[in-house]
């Protein structure tokens, strides 16, 4: 079982930044890929990123290379996403999620088991 909370959102300004935290807790973390998805109102939810768990294979959404930034600390047991030059459609719900490394679906919710309670990102224009 794994416990997933994450923290760091808010609101900012068009062109600001924000990093997001993913703080795990439970047993085998560090066995685990990590992702980060997105929720708008009246939208599915939609893959952001995700992390090997060895933090040598990276996946983006074509949305925000080269913008956004995923990376783990297993010591710590946490995840980040560091987002820049955001936008108005970055606006969502950013939910932090754990899935098994076997999993062939790492850009797919299906991909994953675990999934935090999200937190809110606002972006003014």
């Known amino acids: 079982q794994v416990q997933l909370v994450e923290s760091g959102g808010g609101l900012v300004q068009a062109g600001g930044s924000l990093r997001l935290s993913c703080a795990a807790s439970?047993?085998?973390?560090?066995?685990?890929?990590m992702g980060w998805f997105r929720q708008s109102p009246g939208k599915e939810r939609e893959f952001v990123s995700a992390i090997s768990w060895s933090g040598d294979t990276t996946y983006y959404a074509d949305s925000v290379k080269g913008r956004f930034t995923i990376s783990r600390e297993n010591a710590k047991i946490t995840v980040f996403l560091q987002m820049n030059s955001l936008k108005p459609e970055d606006a969502a719900v950013y939910y932090c999620?754990?899935?098994?490394?076997?999993?062939?679906?790492?850009?797919?919710?299906?991909?994953?088991?675990?999934w935090g309670q999200g937190t809110q990102v606002t972006v003014s224009s």
């Open positions: 439970g047993r085998a973390f560090t066995w685990y890929r």
């Open positions: 999620a754990a899935g098994s490394s076997l999993s062939t679906q790492p850009m797919g919710p299906m991909g994953y088991t675990y």
